[in-house]
């Protein structure tokens, strides 16, 4: 059974910081470019940040770039967002996203929520 599951989400000031986890388990986790995604009420979702299955190669939406932070730990089953000078606008839930390319797969944990706020 797949399963990402999401953590590390809470309430936090302008200017603070946030580390998101993503675990992952039942996939061969190193075969997966990992994304991280972000859905705000009435909008729709968008990318943060990818991650190569290798680590290699990173890349980020415009609004987040220089404040985040993804990287991942291919021993640990594991991908992380850093989040750093948070502002209000980046207030949204936080999904991470296991894609593998050539296997058509693709796998989405649940999801966590991250509030900015004063």
């Known amino acids: 059974q797949v399963q990402l599951v999401e953590s590390g989400g809470g309430l936090v000031r302008p200017g603070g910081s946030l580390r998101l986890p993503c675990a992952a388990s039942?996939?061969?986790?190193?075969?997966?470019?990992m994304t991280w995604y972000r859905q705000a009420p009435g909008k729709e979702r968008e990318l943060v940040a990818v991650?190569?299955?290798?680590?290699?190669?990173?890349n980020y939406a415009d609004s987040v770039k220089g404040r985040f932070t993804i990287s991942r730990d291919n021993a640990k089953n594991t991908v992380y967002l850093q989040m750093d000078s948070l502002k209000p606008e980046d207030t949204a839930k936080y999904y991470c996203?296991?894609?593998?390319?050539?296997?058509?797969?693709?796998?989405w944990g649940q999801g966590t929520q991250v509030t900015v706020s004063s």
């Open positions: 996203k296991a894609n593998w390319i050539a296997a058509k797969l693709v796998y």
């Open positions: 039942g996939i061969t986790f190193s075969n997966y470019a």
């Open positions: 991650i190569s299955s290798a680590g290699g190669s990173t």
